[in-house]
């Protein structure tokens, strides 16, 4: 787990409305209610966004629109944590996560862990 990773861990230990605290962010299935899962899982192209997941996002920094990519985790109702790099995370709303997408060996060394199957790494 990168430091990015554990602030939101952090967060939502602080902030959550139950007293169960979470060790890592592939807990946090268990707290996706059913609304959730059926509504606020939803990618701006209609496919299903799941926890751990890289994704392209849609952004706008200080009034230009850029498009990056990061890890997906669940926060509340419609918004999402999107882990950027070791340090970096934002969260946003479902509709602005575009589409799924494999990131290279390379690229996931930005985030301080190498966790794609053998196979799939370059």
């Avoid at 268990?30 to 392209?56: A, H, L």
């Avoid at 498009?67 to 944590?81: A, E, K, P, S, T």
Wanted: charged share 30%; proline share 2%.
């Amino acid at each position: 787990m990168n430091k990015a990773e554990k602030l939101i861990v952090e967060h939502f230990n602080k902030c959550s409305f139950t007293r169960n605290n979470i060790v890592n962010l592939k807990y946090l299935d268990s707290y996706m209610t059913e609304n959730d899962q059926v509504n606020n899982s939803n990618s701006r192209y209609g496919d299903k966004i799941c926890n751990g997941t890289y994704r392209r996002i849609f952004v706008r920094i200080r009034g230009e629109s850029k498009i990056l990519w990061g890890r997906c985790y669940h926060n509340i109702n419609n918004m999402w944590w999107i882990v950027l790099g070791k340090t970096k995370f934002t969260n946003i709303a479902n509709f602005d996560i575009l589409e799924e997408l494999l990131p290279t060996t390379k690229e996931l060394s930005k985030f301080g862990y190498s966790d794609l199957p053998k196979e799939k790494r370059e």
